[in-house]
């Protein structure tokens, strides 16, 4: 199983809960039952198996994606994607901090298209 990155997830739960309200909205889920379930997890060093059955279902439909699979919102719309589609997981924080969903390899395209 993959490390939780344990700064990603405390930005997520206590710094900018927007994230994961977005991901709630419109299931049956509550933002505190998630937002629980990431404070559980910080708590206790992002031990995934400590979790209850029913937290372990929580987690992966919300928290998991957040912290494993983004989609890179390209150059212009997702499918203008110049990688794979993903944002690698050290680009994380900062897309989640600038509001700002690009991979790595859209990142450098942007950068050189604006070079002097
Ligand atoms: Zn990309």
């Given at each position: ?12 739960i206590?710094i ?9 909205a ?41 912290l ?19 944002i ?14 690009r991979c ?13």
């Open positions: 199983m993959e490390d939780i990155d344990l700064d990603l997830l405390h930005y997520l206590y900018d809960t927007d994230y994961i309200k977005a991901v709630v419109d299931t049956t889920y509550l933002p505190r039952t998630v937002l629980g379930v990431g404070t559980f997890l910080l708590d206790n060093d992002g031990d995934i198996d400590l979790l209850t059955a029913k937290q372990q279902v929580t987690f992966d439909k919300f928290i998991r994606p957040l494993f699979d983004v989609a890179c919102q390209g150059l212009a719309g997702p499918e203008t994607c110049m990688g794979n589609g993903r690698e997981s050290n680009l994380l924080m900062p897309c989640y901090r600038d509001n700002i969903f790595r390899a859209c990142r450098a395209a942007i950068a050189s298209s604006t070079a002097p």
